[in-house]
C-alpha cells in the first residue's frame, strides 16, 4: 500500500514514498520559496524510480500547518488535488507534530516571525500541548522549566540546537491514530493567530 507524504509547512521540502509502515525514500531538502516549482517534479522523480503508478497510490499524508502561509497551501493543493484525481484518503497532519523525537518527550518549534513561534509538545502520539503560538520569550522559559524535554525543528532563531526529525517517519508512525479527512476539498491549512 503506497503511501504519498508531503510537506511545505516551512523552509524545507519533504516528498516521500512509503509502503504500509516503512519509509521507501524521502526527499527532504531547503527550498525556501521554492516548494511550488519542486514538489511535482520530486513526487515524479519518487514514482518513476521506483516504478510507481499512480494507480499503485492508495493515500496521502500531508501536513497542513502551522507554518508558512504560502507553503502550507502547496502542499495541501497538492494533496488535494492527487486525493480527489486518485479518489484517495488524505490524512492531515500537524505539522509541528511531525517534528518530534519519536517516542521522547518533544517541545516542538517553528519560526512564526514577529518575535513569535508556533509550539506543540508531543510525547510519543500523546499530546501534551496542543499547537498554540508563544512569545520567543515564553517559549524559553517553557524550555526551562522542562528540561527533560528536547527541543525539536530549526530552533535556530532562539540560539538553541533543535532536533531534525525524519518528517516522513514520523508521519508514517502517525497513521494509525490520525483519521483521513471527510471531505477533501474542504481540507484547510491550519492558521494560527495570537
Known sequence: MISIILDSSNTELTVALADENKV?????????????????????????????????????????????????????????????????????????RVLKNGEKPSICVINARSKRSYVGVYEGNNVIQEDSIMTNEELIKYIENHPDYIVCGNAGYLNMEGYKSSVANEMVSLKKVISPCDDVLALKPVYMKD
Open 24 to 96: 521507501i525514500e524521502e526527499i527532504n531538502y531547503e527550498a525556501w520559496q521554492q516548494q511550488s516549482e519542486y514538489m511535482i517534479p520530486e513526487i515524479n522523480k519518487l514514482l518513476d524510480k521506483y516504478s510507481v503508478s499512480r494507480t499503485d497510490i492508495k493515500d496521502v499524508m500531508v501536513s497542513v500547518g502551522p507554518g508558512s502561509y504560502t507553503g502550507v497551501r502547496i502542499a495541501i493543493t497538492v494533496a488535494k488535488v492527487m486525493g480527489t484525481a486518485l479518489n484517495i484518503p488524505v490524512y492531515p497532519v500537524s505539522s509541528l
